[in-house]
Structures are given as C-alpha cells and as structure tokens.
C-alpha cells in the first residue's frame, strides 16, 4: 500500500523534507481492529512536533484524524461491519492515518456523519475529542449548565478552538470569550459561537477590561501557554479552573495557589495509550458529535482543503502548521 512516512535517510535534523512516500504491505486486523480503507485526513500539531523529534531506524507513518471505510474486521469486533464509513483520530503509538490503509481498534472509532462529505468530516476527530474531553471531563463543566460561568479560550481560531468554541456556545450556559490576533481568524471565532472575541497579542487582562469582564471562571490554554502564563492567573477568578494542551517549557504551578485555581491537562490519546477501562467512551463521544453534526448543532472546522495525500501536500501542511497562523483544519483527501 501507498504511505506517506518519516524516514531514517531523509530525516536529517527531523526537517520537513522527510516526509517521504513509500510502499508498506497492507496489515491484518485481527482482534478488536478495524481494517480501514482512508479516504481524508486532515493535520494537526502533533503530526508536526511527532515529526520534530523522530529518531528511529525503521519508516513512521503519521496522521491522527481520518475519515475511511471498513475492509475488514478483527475476530472481537462488535460495532462494525465491512463497508462502514467511519471516522477516528487513531492512537498515537501505531501506525498512523497518511496511508492507503490503516489498524484502528474499534472502541476509538465511530460512523461519520452523514451530511458531511469525508474531507469536511476528516477536520474533525482529534479536535473534537480534544475539545470535549477539555470541556466535560478536565473542566467538568455541565452540559446546558455553569450559568453565569464565563470561559475564556486561548487560540480560539486553531482546530481544537474553533470546534471547543462551538461545544462550550451550543452546549453550555457559559459566557464564551475566544482570543485571535488577525481580523480573518476574529471573524472565524465569532462565526463559530463565541459571545466576545479578544486579542491575545494584548495583555489578556486590558482585552478582558476592553469588554468588561475583569475575572473569567474556566480557561482553556491552547497554545502559548508560557507567554500568557502570569495574565491567565491575573484573569481566573478565586478557585477557577485552568486546562491546557500545549507542552510550555516550565511550569511553575506555585502562584496558582493563592486564587486555589486548579490545573488541568488534556491529552486525548490518554485513553488509548493507556487502553483505559473506558476506551470506549470515545466511540461514544464521536458517536454524539456526528449526531449533534447531523442535527446541524455543529458544524465542520475546515479550513483549507490541501488537495491529494502525498509527500508534497503533506509537507506544505506541516510548513503551514508550523507558521502558527492557520485557521481551522487543513484536509487531504485521496492517494
């Protein structure tokens, strides 16, 4: 099969041109796996920063966000059949989605949704994972719940942004602040739900001021984190609640302590890696996230379509990704 991965020669110092097309034999499910035919995927930092620290002897095939269809099951699979079309965010120590053909076990897999053509769908796994997770799990926030809560979004135009900005405006009685820097990426933040939207090239607490909220309850950390570490405190209320996603340097949680603000992490192949008695519950979570799709509640976060899958588009994918100032999702689709 066709597979686009990191390899050893050419990934001298781990840069771009190290994306490489190969040939690898098309694998086997067996178990719990689902055999999938790809179809999109779309990419997401963690491609980038995966590819940034290789050091390996043998070929690694990245991706994790694909929309494909069922070949073949394995001997344990109960939720799907050959010929679903399904979508996932994979697990991040297999084989990944920029292939022809890929492994995903079947309890980190839903049904696409079905008024979604699979390049829109593929924008959205990983990130809505994340988001939802962040949100109701770390956060602990109620769904058409936390009136009078306000949640203030750091990087709002990013992939896990603009579909967290969607989940916390549709689902939730919060107050949603979402930060951008450029009048493109604001005006993609306002479209995806959000009451305020602020400038984090600012200091976040003169935005907040700006709008008239001096204290935020909930922060979502996207990015940046260290930068806007000392403003983030600044702006949490007393007992708020502070989760991120980025990987800052150092941390000092230590100033944290006189608000009592709670730190939170989010990382959505926790559940995977680990094959956590609750596995599952992602099957359900991107179960509720086609529905809530269908129903028209949300809708997709693509933002550029990068035409076929293969080492020249992915490389542009990850160059762009790296700028730090795309909005939404970048897709492929098709070898």
Same mark, same amino acid.
């Given at each position: 099969?066709?597979?686009?991965?990191?390899?050893?020669?050419?990934?001298?110092?781990?840069?771009?041109?190290?994306?490489?097309?190969?040939?690898?034999?098309?694998?086997?499910?067996?178990?719990?796996?689902?055999?999938?035919?790809?179809?999109?995927?779309?990419?997401?930092?963690?491609?980038?920063?995966?590819?940034?620290?290789?050091? @390996?002897? !043998?070929?690694?095939? /990245?991706?994790? *966000?694909?929309? =494909? +269809?069922?070949?073949?099951?394995?001997?344990?699979? %109960? &939720?799907?059949?050959?010929?679903?079309?399904?979508?996932?965010?994979?697990?991040?120590?297999?084989?990944?989605?920029?292939?022809?053909?890929?492994?995903?076990?079947?309890?980190?897999?839903?049904?696409?949704?079905?008024?979604?053509?699979?390049?829109?769908?593929?924008?959205?796994?990983?990130? @809505?994972? !994340?988001?939802?997770? /962040?949100?109701? *799990?770390?956060? =602990? +926030?109620?769904?058409?719940?936390?009136?009078?809560? %306000? &949640?203030?979004?750091?990087?709002?135009?990013?992939?896990?942004?603009?579909?967290?900005?969607?989940?916390?405006?549709?689902?939730?009685?919060?107050?949603?602040?979402?930060?951008?820097?450029?009048?493109?990426?604001?005006?993609?933040?306002?479209?995806?739900?959000?009451?305020?939207?602020?400038?984090?090239?600012?200091?976040?607490?003169?935005?907040?001021?700006?709008? =008239?909220?001096?204290?935020?309850?909930?922060?979502?950390?996207?990015?940046?984190?260290?930068?806007?570490?000392?403003?983030?405190?600044?702006?949490?209320?007393?007992?708020?609640?502070?989760?991120?996603?980025?990987?800052?340097?150092?941390?000092?949680?230590?100033?944290?302590?006189?608000?009592?603000?709670?730190?939170?992490?989010?990382?959505?192949?926790?559940?995977?890696?680990?094959?956590?008695?609750?596995?599952?519950?992602?099957?359900?979570?991107?179960?509720?996230?086609?529905?809530?799709?269908?129903?028209?509640?949300?809708?997709?976060?693509?933002?550029?379509?990068?035409?076929?899958?293969?080492?020249?588009?992915?490389?542009?994918?990850?160059?762009?990704?790296?700028?730090?100032?795309?909005?939404?999702?970048?897709?492929?689709?098709?070898?």
């Amino acid at each position: 099969m066709k597979a686009i991965a990191i390899t050893p020669s050419a990934a001298q110092g781990s840069n771009i041109s190290a994306l490489t097309a190969i040939e690898l034999p098309v694998p086997v499910a067996h178990g719990h796996d689902l055999l999938i035919e790809v179809k999109a995927i779309s990419v997401n930092p963690v491609d980038t920063k995966v590819r940034a620290g290789f050091n @390996a002897d !043998t070929p690694r095939v /990245l991706g994790w *966000d694909a929309v =494909g +269809v069922v070949k073949s099951i394995g001997d344990a699979v %109960t &939720l799907f059949a050959p010929g679903d079309e399904v979508w996932y965010a994979g697990a991040l120590t297999r084989p990944g989605s920029n292939s022809e053909y890929q492994l995903v076990d079947e309890r980190i897999v839903a049904r696409k949704p079905r008024s979604l053509d699979n390049a829109s769908a593929a924008a959205l796994p990983l990130t @809505a994972i !994340t988001a939802w997770e /962040l949100l109701f *799990d770390r956060l =602990g +926030v109620k769904e058409n719940g936390n009136n009078g809560d %306000t &949640l203030l979004i750091v990087g709002a135009a990013g992939g896990v942004g603009s579909i967290l900005t969607q989940l916390a405006a549709k689902l939730t009685n919060m107050t949603v602040i979402g930060t951008a820097s450029r009048p493109e990426s604001q005006q993609w933040v306002r479209d995806a739900g959000a009451d305020h939207v602020i400038d984090h090239s600012q200091p976040l607490s003169d935005e907040l001021a700006r709008i =008239g909220i001096p204290h935020v309850t909930h922060v979502a950390s996207l990015n940046g984190t260290e930068a806007h570490y000392a403003q983030l405190i600044e702006s949490l209320a007393p007992q708020g609640k502070l989760t991120l996603i980025d990987d800052p340097e150092t941390l000092d949680a230590r100033p944290l302590k006189v608000k009592s603000i709670s730190l939170h992490w989010e990382f959505m192949f926790t559940r995977s890696m680990f094959e956590t008695d609750d596995m599952i519950a992602q099957h359900h979570l991107l179960t509720r996230v086609a529905k809530l799709i269908d129903e028209g509640v949300l809708k997709t976060t693509l933002g550029e379509h990068y035409g076929t899958i293969s080492a020249e588009n992915l490389q542009k994918a990850h160059t762009q990704l790296e700028t730090g100032r795309a909005v939404g999702k970048i897709v492929l689709e098709g070898f």
